[in-house]
């Protein structure tokens, strides 16, 4: 069983252990190589995914660029919120930035673990509070702040710095690679 996804869930709701072993043991392991897919442009986000190993990243094209929306790394989770709960099809895509492991849980899981286990309604009620507050402060910097500003909150998170190419760093902090680069220039 993944202490990791244990630590991450009692995050959110405090569980017997015979319980959140329950629901632990409900999540299903899967390799994903580098560039590989979790999710696809107009496919309907099924699965909640948790980070064991490695980092992903969600994404959307406008036109034939790629817009960065959000990193996922290790002990974290990875979804598109919108699709997932609507059961609309997505406008993003979920790749694997390096070699990966993940553990995820299909919602129909979930909606099964809500009748055996009704504490997961309020750690799911938790997790979706704090995706939707860190969504607004990614909105609010992404309004507020300026694209040096962007990056400079960036240095204090290391993992964003150490395994993520710049292209993608440009693209999450809303400039151009080159911008970036005049950015890291100026800063040093």
Request: aromatic share 12%; net charge neutral.
């Amino acid at each position: 069983m993944s202490t990791e996804l244990k630590n991450f869930i009692n995050n959110y709701v405090k569980l017997e252990d015979a319980e959140l072993d329950d629901i632990v043991g409900r999540f299903k392991k899967r390799q994903v190589c580098k560039n590989e897919f979790l999710l696809k442009e107009g496919d309907i986000c099924g699965d909640l995914v948790f980070v064991q190993e490695g980092c992903l990243r969600l994404f959307y094209l406008t036109g034939d660029v790629e817009i960065s929306v959000w990193f996922a790394f290790k002990n974290s989770s990875a979804i598109d919120i919108y699709s997932f709960i609507s059961e609309k099809p997505s406008v993003y895509f979920l790749q694997a930035i390096e070699n990966s492991e993940v553990m995820y849980l299909p919602k129909a899981e979930l909606l099964k673990l809500y009748q055996t286990h009704p504490k997961t309604q309020e750690m799911m009620r938790n997790f979706w509070e704090d995706a939707v507050l860190n969504l607004i402060d990614r909105f609010t910097a992404l309004q507020r702040d300026s694209a040096e500003e962007r990056y400079l909150q960036l240095l204090s998170k290391p993992p964003y710095l150490q395994k993520i190419p710049q292209k993608y760093l440009a693209s999450f902090i809303g400039v151009t690679p080159t911008s970036l680069s005049r950015i890291r220039k100026n800063i040093r």
